[in-house]
Structures are given as structure tokens and as C-alpha cells.
């Protein structure tokens, strides 16, 4: 049975960050409906001054945060010492766990496209989780072609392929390019996994339903899901992880299950007590 389209959402520009201008496609409103897929936010500029004042140093805790640059440059620097600089068709993948401090700042390119996903983490590991930080490179990312497109393996499973997991929730990341009038079947079977996809460049097919460009469209329980190209070539984006049903307390950077844990994590901000675990992933 294929996954069936079953909420859609635009979202709305807005800035963040020191003035980026982005559109915030998913936020606390749409915690229910796309679990453990928190925030997407999207970027797509060729403007510089729309993003070079980017993310200065911030933090962050109770996520996992990826950023998929389609094209452009960003740098990214961290309270562990990490200085690390991804390019077109690159990655990122930042666990915050108990407490991380970065900041993202892109660099003037021809064209600045790409998204950032926050990935919820299981209440069990949101202060155990140590903060770490992996560049996802071009050099690790598999290709795999198909008739009429590419899939390129981000992060978890594609049939025999293997990329780059996350300790805690699973996550099949794929950047899918489809050429004019083609089309992929993907396998995602199990009622316990959270299927969603984002049209980042042109509009597309979904289990037979049009989702217009930069659309986050969630799916519903099934066993495929069916992508396809109408008469122009397209690149979407493919997240397939697992439901959390638990509570979720969130306020800017900081995402728990309690509000008492959001007033604790920003006490210890305020006493320089923030940082909890420095430990190797």
C-alpha cells in the first residue's frame, strides 16, 4: 500500500539567526503532525545579503540538527574546536544532546539552496547525549543512478547502501533528482516510522497527488511511496525516521519534554553551566 499524502505545509518567510531571511516550513505547530521532525527552515537566494550575516555562536540542546547544503557554502564552528566548511551537495550533522554551542555562517555563493532539519532526540538521551559534530562530504555521499535520476544517500539506508547514522533516531536522508517525466519507488514499510518529504526545487508527483515546490508534505502508514517528475527535472528530499510520542516543551533553541527542563536549561545558560558533556561520539 503506498504512503498517501495526508498534510502539506508552505510555511512563511521570516528571519533568524543575525537577519538571515529563510522560510520556516515547519515549527512548534506542526510538532504533531510530523514528529520527531521538528523545524525545517529553507533557504534559496542568490542574493548575499540575505544570509552572509548568518548564525553567530548560539546554543542548543534536546536535538539533532541537519543542515543539507543543494548549493552554496557555510562554515560551521563549534565549542568543541570544530572548524569545518561544507559545499554544494554536502552536509552537516550536529548533535546538540546535552548541551552544544555553534554557529553557521554561509558565505557569498551564486546561489545559496538548501535546508536545515531539527530531529528530535527520545527524552532518555536529551542530557546524556554528548555534543558532536560530522561533516557529511561528497566523498562519503553514495550516488546511486536509476533510470531517469540519482539518489544521493545523506545519512541511513537505501537498499544494500549504507551512509553515515545518527547514535540515536534512525534517519534515511536522501537527496532525490528526477529528470523530466521520471519517477522512483521508495520502500518504507512499518507503522512506526515517520515518512515525510520537501520539494526543493519544482513541484512533484506524491503517491499520485501534486505537492507544489518547497513544500514539506507528510505521509501516512503504507509500505512505498511513489516520486515523480512532470515536465520538468526536480530535487526532493526524502526523511524517513521514527515517531516519538512524548511530550515536547520548546522555546528558541533550547527543545525538552518538560517546561521545568526548559527553565533549568536556561538557569545553567545564565551561571555558565550550560555545557554538560564534552565526550568522544
Same mark, same amino acid.
Given at each position: 500500500?503506498?504512503?498517501?499524502?495526508?498534510? #502539506?505545509?508552505?510555511?512563511? @518567510?521570516?528571519?533568524? %539567526? *543575525?537577519?538571515? /531571511?529563510?522560510?520556516?516550513?515547519? &515549527?512548534?505547530?506542526?510538532?504533531?503532525?510530523?514528529?520527531?521532525?521538528?523545524?525545517?527552515?529553507?533557504?534559496?537566494?542568490?542574493?548575499?545579503?540575505?544570509?552572509?550575516?548568518?548564525?553567530?555562536?548560539?546554543?542548543?540542546?534536546?536535538?539533532?540538527?541537519?543542515?543539507?547544503?543543494?548549493?552554496?557554502?557555510?562554515?560551521?564552528?563549534?565549542?568543541?574546536?570544530?572548524?569545518?566548511?561544507?559545499?554544494?551537495?554536502?552536509?552537516?550533522?550536529?548533535?546538540?544532546?546535552?548541551?552544544?554551542?555553534?554557529?553557521?555562517?554561509?558565505?557569498?555563493?551564486?546561489?545559496?539552496?538548501?535546508?536545515?532539519?531539527?530531529?528530535?532526540?527520545?527524552?532518555?538521551?536529551?542530557?546524556?547525549?554528548?555534543?558532536?559534530?560530522?561533516?557529511?562530504?561528497?566523498?562519503?555521499?553514495?550516488?546511486?543512478?536509476? #533510470?531517469?535520476?540519482?539518489? @544521493?544517500?545523506?545519512? %541511513? *539506508?537505501?537498499? /544494500?547502501?549504507?551512509?553515515?547514522? &545518527?547514535?540515536?533516531?534512525?534517519?534515511?536522508?536522501?537527496?532525490?533528482?528526477?529528470?523530466?517525466?521520471?519517477?522512483?519507488?521508495?520502500?518504507?514499510?512499518?507503522?512506526?516510522?515517520?515518512?515525510?518529504?520537501?520539494?526543493?526545487?519544482?513541484?512533484?508527483?506524491?503517491?499520485?497527488?501534486?505537492?507544489?515546490?518547497?513544500?514539506?508534505?507528510?505521509?501516512?502508514?503504507?509500505?512505498?511511496?511513489?516520486?515523480?517528475?512532470?515536465?520538468?527535472?526536480?530535487?526532493?528530499?526524502?526523511?524517513?525516521?521514527?515517531?516519538?510520542?512524548?511530550?515536547?516543551?520548546?522555546?528558541?533553541?533550547?527543545?525538552?519534554?518538560?517546561?521545568?527542563?526548559?527553565?533549568?536549561?536556561?538557569?545553567?545558560?545564565?551561571?555558565?553551566?550550560?555545557?554538560?558533556?564534552?565526550?568522544?561520539?
Amino acid at each position: 500500500m503506498e504512503r498517501k499524502v495526508i498534510t #502539506e505545509v508552505k510555511g512563511y @518567510r521570516t528571519q533568524d %539567526g *543575525d537577519g538571515v /531571511n529563510l522560510v520556516r516550513v515547519l &515549527g512548534n505547530e506542526t510538532v504533531q503532525d510530523f514528529n520527531p521532525f521538528l523545524m525545517l527552515d529553507a533557504f534559496d537566494s542568490k542574493n548575499p545579503e540575505d544570509y552572509i550575516k548568518g548564525f553567530p555562536m548560539h546554543p542548543r540542546r534536546g536535538i539533532e540538527t541537519v543542515t543539507f547544503i543543494s548549493k552554496g557554502v557555510m562554515v560551521h564552528e563549534d565549542h568543541l574546536g570544530t572548524k569545518a566548511t561544507i559545499h554544494d551537495g554536502e552536509a552537516q550533522w550536529l548533535t546538540a544532546g546535552s548541551g552544544a554551542f555553534h554557529s553557521e555562517m554561509p558565505q557569498p555563493a551564486e546561489r545559496m539552496l538548501g535546508v536545515q532539519l531539527w530531529l528530535n532526540l527520545p527524552a532518555k538521551d536529551k542530557l546524556t547525549a554528548a555534543p558532536f559534530y560530522h561533516g557529511i562530504l561528497n566523498s562519503e555521499i553514495q550516488e546511486i543512478p536509476f #533510470e531517469g535520476g540519482k539518489l @544521493r544517500l545523506l545519512t %541511513g *539506508d537505501y537498499k /544494500n547502501y549504507h551512509g553515515f547514522e &545518527g547514535k540515536y533516531l534512525p534517519l534515511n536522508y536522501y537527496d532525490i533528482h528526477l529528470d523530466a517525466g521520471a519517477k522512483i519507488s521508495l520502500d518504507c514499510a512499518g507503522d512506526e516510522r515517520s515518512v515525510m518529504v520537501f520539494t526543493l526545487e519544482g513541484a512533484a508527483i506524491v503517491s499520485g497527488k501534486k505537492v507544489a515546490a518547497k513544500t514539506a508534505a507528510k505521509l501516512g502508514n503504507g509500505d512505498t511511496v511513489t516520486i515523480e517528475a512532470e515536465n520538468s527535472p526536480i530535487e526532493i528530499l526524502f526523511m524517513d525516521s521514527i515517531k516519538l510520542s512524548e511530550n515536547v516543551a520548546w522555546l528558541g533553541p533550547i527543545v525538552m519534554n518538560t517546561k521545568q527542563e526548559i527553565i533549568e536549561a536556561f538557569t545553567e545558560l545564565e551561571k555558565g553551566t550550560f555545557i554538560k558533556a564534552q565526550t568522544n561520539y
